[in-house]
C-alpha cells in the first residue's frame, strides 16, 4: 500500500489537526503555512565566522514551533510535505538571492547524529530535503538531493551549550564525500537554524572541497529562531509574493524584479 493511499485511509479515521495551532482539518493550516511563506535572510544574534549566506521560509516563534516540533520529535511524518515545501521557498529565495544559477542545485542534507537517529527511527532533515527537492523540481528548477556530509566523531548533545561552546562542540565533526564535478550550487539544508554553528561547520567542511571560483556554499532552512521574538525579522531583499507555489515558480524562473513582488 502506497503512502499516499494510507494518508487517505488515516483521513478518514483519524481527524486531522494543524500541527501549529490545533484547528481541525489539514496537518498545517493555511495560516500556519502561511507564516512559512515569507522568506528572509536568516542571520543567528552573533553571526559566527563562515557563517553561509542563509535563507529561513520563516520565523522559529509561535505556531512554528509545534509544527517543526512535532515532525521532528512526535512523529507527523505527514508535515514533511508541508514543511519540505517551506524548505524549497528558502532554497529558491537564497539561490536567486545570490544571482544567476551556475548549474544543478544540489541541496545537502545536515546529517543526524547516530544517537538521535536511534531515538527517532528516522531521517527527518533527509525527509524534508527530498520533499523540497520535489517541489523545487516541479516549479522547473534543476534540483537535486546530494548526500555530501556525514557526522564523523563523537558529538555532545548541543542544549544547554553556548553558542561558542556549541561550535567547539561541532569543530571537525562533518566529514564529506568528493564533490560532484562541474558547476553548481551546494545547499545545505536543516529543520531549523538557531547559533548558526551547525550550518557554519557544514558549510565549512564543503567549501574546503571547492576549487577556487567556485560558486559560495549556501544555507536554507525551514525556521530561524528570531534575533528579538517581538519584532518582525528583516526581509532584506528577498522579494516575497504572496503564494508559496507562485514564489517557488517566481524564484526558479530568475526573475530579480517584478510587478507582482511586494518587498
Ligand atoms: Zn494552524
Do not use: I
Amino acid at each position: 500500500m502506497d503512502g499516499g493511499l494510507l494518508s487517505a485511509l488515516a483521513d478518514l479515521v483519524l481527524p486531522r489537526t494543524c500541527a501549529g495551532c490545533g484547528v481541525p482539518g489539514r496537518v498545517l493550516c493555511a495560516r500556519c503555512a502561511a507564516l512559512l511563506s515569507a522568506p528572509r535572510p536568516a542571520s543567528p544574534r552573533r553571526v559566527p565566522w563562515g557563517f553561509p549566506p542563509t535563507a529561513a521560509a520563516g520565523a522559529y516563534s509561535g505556531p512554528v514551533r509545534p509544527a517543526v516540533n512535532a515532525f521532528k520529535e512526535q512523529g507527523r511524518t505527514e508535515l514533511a510535505r508541508p514543511l519540505g515545501a517551506a524548505l524549497a521557498l528558502a532554497v529558491a529565495a537564497v539561490v536567486t538571492a545570490v544571482g544567476p544559477v551556475p548549474g544543478p542545485v544540489l541541496l545537502v542534507p545536515v546529517p543526524s547524529s547516530a544517537a538521535a537517529l536511534r531515538s527517532r527511527g528516522r531521517d527527518h532533515v533527509g525527509e524534508l530535503t527530498r520533499c523540497a527537492v520535489d517541489e523545487l523540481r516541479a516549479a522547473g528548477l534543476d534540483a537535486a538531493a546530494a548526500r555530501l556530509l556525514h557526522r564523523s566523531g563523537r558529538v555532545r548533545d548541543s542544549a544547554g551549550l553556548s553558542a561558542a561552546a556549541r561550535r567547539a562542540n561541532l569543530a571537525g565533526t562533518f566529514r564529506r564525500s568528493p564533490l560532484p564535478a562541474g558547476p553548481g550550487l551546494l545547499v545545505v539544508v536543516d529543520d531549523v537554524v538557531t547559533s548558526g554553528a551547525t550550518l557554519t561547520e557544514a558549510a565549512t567542511e564543503l567549501s574546503a572541497g571547492c576549487r577556487r571560483g567556485d560558486a559560495p556554499v549556501l544555507a536554507a532552512v525551514v525556521a530561524a529562531t528570531p534575533r528579538r521574538p517581538t519584532t518582525t525579522a528583516p526581509q532584506g531583499d528577498l522579494r516575497v509574493v504572496p503564494k508559496r507555489s507562485e514564489n517557488v515558480r517566481w524564484y526558479s524562473s530568475g526573475r530579480l524584479s517584478g510587478g507582482e513582488a511586494k518587498d
